[in-house]
């Protein structure tokens, strides 16, 4: 079992920053595959950004390409989702997520409001 808590999240304004925190809980998470999904209201959610268990891969939508960075602190457990620039268009509830053994996870959502 995997449990995952986001934080960080809040309202900025356009053309502001934030970071969102994902910590998890258990042994396994230096070899687990992390991702962001976010869901904005009357929309399906979809994948922001996701970053291999060591790190050295990460993808990006092209949506948030240049304007967001994940990262990973394996030894605190938990992954990082740094947004620069952010834009109307990117309000949303932002979700961690990873799968294991064919069991997917996701946190409770924090919510990003970008408004003036």
């Known amino acids: 079992q995997v449990q995952l808590v986001e934080s960080g999240g809040g309202l900025v304004q356009p053309g502001g920053s934030l970071r969102l925190s994902c910590a998890a809980s258990?042994?396994?998470?230096?070899?687990?595959?992390m991702a962001w999904y976010r869901q904005a209201p009357g929309k399906q959610r979809e994948s922001v950004a996701g970053i291999s268990n060591g790190g050295s891969n990460t993808n990006y939508a092209d949506s948030v390409k240049g304007r967001f960075t994940i990262s990973r602190d394996n030894a605190k457990n938990t992954v990082y989702l740094q947004m620069n620039n952010l834009k109307a268009e990117d309000t949303a509830v932002y979700y961690c997520y990873t799968f294991w053994s064919g069991s997917q996870y996701w946190g409770q959502g924090t919510q990003v409001t970008v408004s003036s």
């Open positions: 258990g042994s396994i998470f230096s070899l687990m595959y």
